[in-house]
């Protein structure tokens, strides 16, 4: 069973930094693209930033110049660096990812790790 299991989240104070990992367990075959979302009480889950196999990135207009999106392919991690954390970033973040196990592709979510900026 494929498995995403994010890490790294706390309290921060604003203008502080955090580094989200996401790492990724099971019969793995291949990950294709990772992706990072998150979801602040009472709001829909969004885009944060998402990586390609190819390192290719897009960030949300939000977070740009903020936080960096990367992976590393052989340790099957995705990693998310946050920088000058603002209180609007205070949201549970979630990993998910398209993955192709021996049982075949499925996109795959991690259970979340929760990110609080605040003073």
């Known amino acids: 069973q494929v498995q995403l299991v994010e890490s790294g989240g706390g309290l921060v104070q604003p203008g502080g930094s955090l580094r989200l990992s996401c790492a990724a367990s099971?019969?793995?075959?291949?990950?294709?693209?990772i992706s990072w979302f998150r979801q602040a009480p009472g709001k829909e889950r969004e885009p944060v930033a998402t990586i390609s196999r190819g390192l290719n990135t897009n960030y949300a207009d939000s977070v740009r110049g903020r936080f960096t999106i990367s992976r590393d392919n052989a340790e099957k991690t995705g990693y998310l660096q946050m920088k000058s954390l603002e209180p609007e970033d205070t949201a549970v973040y979630y990993c998910?990812?398209?993955?192709?196990?021996?049982?075949?592709?499925?996109?795959?979510w991690g259970q979340g790790t929760q990110v609080t900026v605040s003073s």
């Open positions: 099971g019969p793995i075959l291949r990950i294709n693209t």
């Open positions: 998910n990812a398209e993955i192709l196990s021996t049982t075949g592709i499925s996109n795959v």
